[in-house]
């Protein structure tokens, strides 16, 4: 089974600190995504990878930033946390050539 | 673009009732996927089903069936005698294969209560 993981389930920062966010992946996949999930708007795209070092914007980046250095590791940046950032983040994976996106089990992200 | 648009934000039933979620989608591709994510109150989105484009032939998987339409652009899903662990968002989605994006849809709500 493909394993997503996230390092923290609930995570609590105050405004203006750099708060990372890590995901892994343990099958290998070539291509990582991090989502946004706010009430009323579903998942919106941040950034993906579809390779080591490789990284594109989504539909929301403002903000963030990402840093894909090994394979199965893919982190989000928030470089200086700001209230409106205050959201459920998820990350998921895909293999190239694959159809189907798994996902980790999301980060509750408080800023204060 | 690519659009999903899940009209129902709520849906409240009481259990063995039959719930069915609407999913519409909008895009100019003639290839695409689309699938159907179930996040119960634990927070991990989990992967439920993926209809490719050429394919329109619905599908039933114990209480769960899709009905895809592609000449209303529709994706909906049915929960038949629903139960209390149906409880949970759905979200509809969509992806193009070439970059592997998913649009999703704003999710829907689904109580199921005892």
């Known amino acids: 089974d493909v394993k997503v993981t996230q390092s923290s389930r609930y995570l609590v920062k105050r405004t203006g600190e750099k708060v990372f966010l890590e995901c892994v992946q343990d099958?290998?996949?070539?291509?990582m995504f991090w989502y946004r999930q706010d009430p009323g708007l579903g998942l919106r795209l941040i950034y993906f990878?579809?390779?080591?070092?490789?990284?594109e914007k989504g539909d929301i980046p403002e903000g963030y930033s990402v840093s894909r250095e090994k394979k199965e590791r893919f982190s989000l940046i928030l470089e200086s946390a700001s209230t409106n950032q205050t959201s459920m983040y998820l990350c998921?994976?895909?293999?190239?050539?694959?159809?189907?996106?798994?996902f980790g089990p999301g980060t509750r992200l408080l800023v204060l | 673009a690519q659009k999903v648009t899940q009209a129902q934000t709520e849906i409240s039933v009481v259990e063995k009732e039959d719930v069915t979620l609407d999913c519409v989608y909008e895009?100019?591709?003639?290839?695409?996927?689309l699938f159907w994510y179930k996040q119960p109150p634990s927070g991990e989105l989990v992967f439920l089903i993926r209809r490719n484009s050429f394919d329109e032939q619905n599908e039933i998987s114990g209480r769960y069936s899709w009905n895809f339409q592609k000449s209303t652009s529709s994706f909906n899903f049915t929960i038949t005698a629903s139960q209390v662990v149906d409880s949970a968002v759905y979200f509809c989605a969509l992806s193009e294969p070439h970059d592997y994006k998913l649009s999703f849809g704003a999710g829907t709500t689904v109580t199921v209560r005892a």
């Open positions: 895009t100019r591709d003639t290839t695409y996927y």
């Open positions: 998921a994976s895909i293999v190239r050539g694959g159809e189907t996106q798994y």
């Open positions: 099958m290998d996949h070539e291509n």
């Open positions: 990878s579809y390779d080591v070092k490789m990284k």
